[in-house]
């Protein structure tokens, strides 16, 4: 009996070369200095900085979604919050454990990320932030959304956990809004095992964010405010460093298997692909096809995929208002946009070792699922 192939899942955490880490974390075994913000915890602060061009502050912490709740906690946010329902659980859950009512903005068709057209319309004296995501490392409509901001005084921070390293005309994603949250999630493009970080352009901010996320503890005798722990220990910063050391070979990487994808996926019919936009330094840490006016529904090429043992990812669905605990509370059809893509999009498997042949075998099955019915077929 031959050997089972091992299945494709949409994700695979890169790695640094053991000896690499091994060698890191050998030094925590001497100084047995394991958590509460040590040298490799300072060190991956200052490379991040510099990496994300972060002109402000940045501060690290356990996980992205803690970045998030400890940010809206930090800028003192009541009331409602303008938001996307098309991302992860995180985004909205972090508004709503602060106590929030989260106001769900429609997406723009072209790359699914919130559309300002329809954002000026939702705010209202209870409205006191905007957290837009940029989706799939699609970079928001930020000059637009930020003037909206601007002009009725709202903060904005950016969920942008899929955008690590990415810039627009050369400044940093980091940079945008009043703040910006990071994951360090072990499928990301960057990761630290879990992790994630917060970056703010207002320096006054940092002593707040950094005793939010330490149970609110200033010095040995002064507990300032009500915090959690948010902190991030030595040996996911020391992942992190290693991580960083590769960064720019994990996402070149990534880059040849998205050009691989759309060489034979592009223009075919009934499939669209996100565009590139030509000012965006991309980091290519998502594939999302959507099924629009394809032979087969997307749930339908997703079982096809799956009975030669690969595993894309329906993401993001359903849409987060329409998920079972806020069941009563939103009305998912008032975000038409976000209900369609959500039904008709599929995460392709992307990550930096992803071999091109398997690339390949996974565009080939989805162009014969369509061949059956229409005929159709592109070559490689």
């Known amino acids: 009996m031959g050997r089972r192939e091992e299945p494709i899942r949409v994700a695979r955490s890169s790695m640094p070369p053991f000896e690499e880490y091994a060698g890191m974390i050998r030094e925590l075994w001497e ?15 200052g490379e991040l900085k510099q990496y994300l061009k972060v002109s402000g502050g940045l501060s690290l912490f356990v996980n992205g979604h803690l970045a998030l709740e400890m940010a809206i906690q930090a800028f003192g946010l009541t009331g409602e919050v303008i938001t996307t329902p098309f991302t992860f659980a995180s985004t909205t859950h972090a508004i709503v454990r602060n106590g929030l009512v989260p106001v769900f903005c429609d997406i723009r068709p072209e790359d699914y990320t919130l559309d300002p057209e329809k954002l000026e319309s939702l705010i209202t004296e209870r409205t006191s932030a905007i957290i837009p995501v940029h989706v799939y490392g699609n970079i928001c409509q930020v000059e637009a959304i930020e ?12 969920d942008a956990a899929h955008a690590f390293g990415e ?5 940093g994603v980091a940079s945008f809004g009043d703040a910006s949250m990071f994951s360090f999630h072990a499928t990301k493009v960057f990761h630290t095992i879990e992790g994630g970080a917060l970056a703010y352009g207002d320096f006054s901010l940092a002593s707040r964010i950094e005793g939010i996320k330490n149970f609110g503890i200033m010095d040995e005798e ?17 992942m992190g460093i290693c991580n960083l050391n590769h960064i720019q070979e994990e996402i070149g990487k990534r880059k040849l ?8 996926l592009a223009g075919m019919p009934g499939i669209r692909l996100c565009p590139e936009r030509p000012e965006v330094k991309h980091n290519y840490a998502y594939m999302p096809v959507v099924f629009e006016g394809f032979s087969k529904t997307r749930d339908e090429v997703f079982e096809e995929l799956e009975k030669i043992g690969i595993y894309p990812r329906k993401y993001f669905y359903p849409c987060t208002n329409a998920y079972q605990c806020y069941r009563g509370q939103f009305d998912p059809e008032a975000t038409p946009v976000a209900q369609r893509i959500s039904r008709e999009v599929l995460t392709l498997p992307m990550y930096a070792d992803l071999p091109l042949e398997t690339v390949d075998r996974i565009c080939d099955k989805v162009l014969i699922v ?8 592109r070559s490689r």
Do not use: P
């Open 147 to 158: 003037e909206i901001a601007r002009k009725h005084n709202l903060k904005v921070i950016y």
């Open 31 to 45: 100084s047995r200095w394991l958590t509460n913000m040590g040298d490799f915890h300072h060190r991956l602060e």
């Open 222 to 238: 002064t507990v300032a405010q009500v915090g959690g722990n948010g902190k991030m220990n030595e040996f996911q910063a020391a």
């Open 370 to 377: 369509n061949a059956k019915n229409k005929n159709f077929c």
């Open 257 to 264: 298997v998205s050009q691989q994808y759309r060489r034979r």
């Open 167 to 171: 810039e627009l005309e050369g400044r």
